[in-house]
Every structure is written in structure tokens, then in C-alpha cells.
């Protein structure tokens, strides 16, 4: 399995709880309050799943466990690692496509090295302006297998 996919997916749960607080805000807008999901009645249930079951119909045998990965993993964190996870797709949907490029590349290579040579490669990225960051980006591609989304 392929953890480059990680990133840029993040988490299938996070999208859902999106819609659960997009359902949640429309519902405060008129004043009532959000039900909790053993209030929903089946069609507001299956409206909110209608996605995901979606995505999963479509998807492959390797996509799916990817997304039954992401599922446990997201089961598995914190509600602070949660709120993280969720801050960081929101940072990577308003990221411009180049800047995905160069993030997937420094990504790539920040796994590929021990610890002290990732501390070090994260603070010359720091310093880096945004062309030298195009350069480096350009002279060390993500690796193959990565997603373009």
C-alpha cells in the first residue's frame, strides 16, 4: 500500500464529518438543533453515506482497502489528532497544484531519510525561496505511484 496516497486523501471519515457539520450549520441556521446519528431517520442517514457508498462502488480492490485503512486509522486518533488531520486537508484543497507537487516531492523524500537528515531537509525548505523550492521540486520528483489529486 502505498502511504503517498495518505496525504493527499487524508481521510474519506474527515469528508463525512464535513457533511455531518454542513448538515449541522444548516440545521442551526434554522434554529433547530443538530440531531445526534441515532436521531437521523434512515433517509438522512443514507443522504449523508450516499457518497462514500458511492466512492466505494467505484473503487478497486486496492482503493478499498486503502479507504478501510484510512477508516481504522481515523478510529485509532485522538480528538486532537483528528482536528490536525482535518486542518491539514483543509490547507491541501486550497494548496495550488504546483505547490501539491512540491509538497508530495519534499513528502517523498522527507520518508526516504533518517531523522536528522529530515530535520535538516525541513529547515533548508524553510529557508528556501519559492523558486529554489520549483527547483528542488523539480531536481527530486515524488515517487512513482503517488496521486495527482
Known amino acids: 500500500m502505498s502511504h503517498f496516497r495518505f496525504f493527499p486523501r487524508l481521510l474519506i471519515l474527515p469528508l463525512l ?12 441556521s434554522t434554529g433547530a438543533a443538530p440531531p445526534a446519528w441515532d436521531q ?14 458511492d466512492r466505494w462502488s467505484q ?12 477508516a481504522r486509522r481515523w478510529q485509532a486518533m485522538t480528538p486532537a489528532e483528528r482536528e490536525n488531520a482535518r486542518h491539514g486537508m483543509h490547507h491541501w484543497k486550497r494548496l495550488p497544484p504546483e505547490q501539491r ?11 526516504a531519510l533518517p531523522e536528522g537528515e529530515r ?9 528556501m525561496t519559492p523558486e529554489q523550492r ?5 531536481a527530486n520528483p515524488p515517487p512513482s505511484g ?3 489529486r
Open 17 to 28: 464529518s464535513g457533511l455531518l457539520v454542513a448538515g449541522a450549520a444548516a440545521a442551526q
Open 40 to 53: 437521523l431517520t434512515p433517509a438522512q442517514r443514507d443522504q449523508l453515506l450516499a457518497p462514500l457508498r
Open 59 to 70: 473503487a478497486d480492490a486496492d482503493e478499498r482497502r486503502r479507504m478501510l485503512e484510512h
Open 101 to 111: 507537487e512540491e509538497a508530495r516531492a519534499l513528502y517523498g523524500k522527507l520518508r
Open 119 to 127: 530535520a535538516a531537509l525541513r529547515e533548508r525548505w524553510r529557508q
Open 134 to 138: 520549483r527547483q528542488w521540486a523539480a
Open 146 to 148: 503517488t496521486d495527482p
